[in-house]
């Protein structure tokens, strides 16, 4: 079973930018696809992005394409969101989630979460 710890949010003002990190531990790091959600005060959790199990695609929700870059260090067994020209609407808790095979954007899909961490986007 895997393992998942994230890291990178924080406070920040439009128009700024923060990488989010989800470090793995437990099973083999390459046989997961890993998709990142929101979920902002009194509203469901979302999809926000994905890279597959192979890294060589990545999908974006409407809302943040262009500004949004999901990728991966296998090295560090890592997977990583840049988030640049945050806007308030990006205010949320933000999850990384993985499964094995092939990836999903539905929250249904998913057994094995980060803990979330925090995005605030504010002037």
């Known amino acids: 079973q895997v393992q998942l710890v994230e890291s990178g949010g924080g406070l920040v003002q439009p128009g700024d930018s923060l990488r989010l990190s989800c470090a793995a531990s437990?099973?083999?790091?390459?046989?997961?696809?890993m998709t990142w959600f929101r979920q902002a005060q009194g509203k469901e959790r979302e999809f926000v992005a994905v890279?597959?199990?192979?890294?060589?695609?990545?999908y974006y929700t409407d809302s943040v394409k262009g500004r949004f870059t999901c990728s991966r260090d296998s090295a560090r067994s890592t997977w990583f969101l840049q988030m640049d020209n945050l806007t308030p609407d990006d205010t949320a808790v933000y999850y990384c989630?993985?499964?094995?095979?092939?990836?999903?954007?539905?929250?249904?899909?998913?057994?094995?979460w980060g803990q979330g961490t925090r995005v605030t986007v504010s002037s």
């Open positions: 890279i597959t199990r192979d890294g060589d695609r990545t």
């Open positions: 437990g099973r083999t790091f390459s046989s997961y696809s």
């Open positions: 989630a993985v499964r094995p095979g092939a990836w999903s954007k539905w929250v249904a899909d998913f057994d094995t």
